[in-house]
């Protein structure tokens, strides 16, 4: 990569952390999320703590929270980028 440019990737400890905030804004247990998806806590816990997630679970846990994919995906980038800025 040059000096200078920006990376641009997926980054899935950002992703997780969206994903644990709507949760708890939404006063939601991983016990409670993992019924509404069919997903096992520790699943769900491993993705919020930075696991890179499959599509379909990170899609089914965003449908369960009443959110887009996409929404999550562009926050998570929006704070990556900010803390690149930042530095």
């Known amino acids: 990569m040059k000096r ?8 899935a400890a950002r992703f997780g952390a969206c994903l644990k905030q709507r949760r ?3 006063s939601l247990t991983l ?6 998806t069919g997903f ?5 816990s491993e993705m919020e703590n930075g696991r890179k997630p499959t599509f379909p679970k990170a899609a089914g846990i965003c ?3 009443g959110v887009r994919l996409s929404r999550v995906l562009l926050e998570a980038e ?7 800025a930042a530095k």
């Open 4 to 11: 200078g440019s920006v990376p641009v990737g997926f980054d």
């Open 24 to 26: 708890l804004a939404r």
């Open 78 to 84: 929006r704070q990556a980028q900010a803390a690149r």
């Open 63 to 65: 449908e369960a929270l």
């Open 40 to 44: 096992s806590v520790s699943s769900i």
């Open 31 to 36: 016990q409670e999320l993992a019924a509404r």
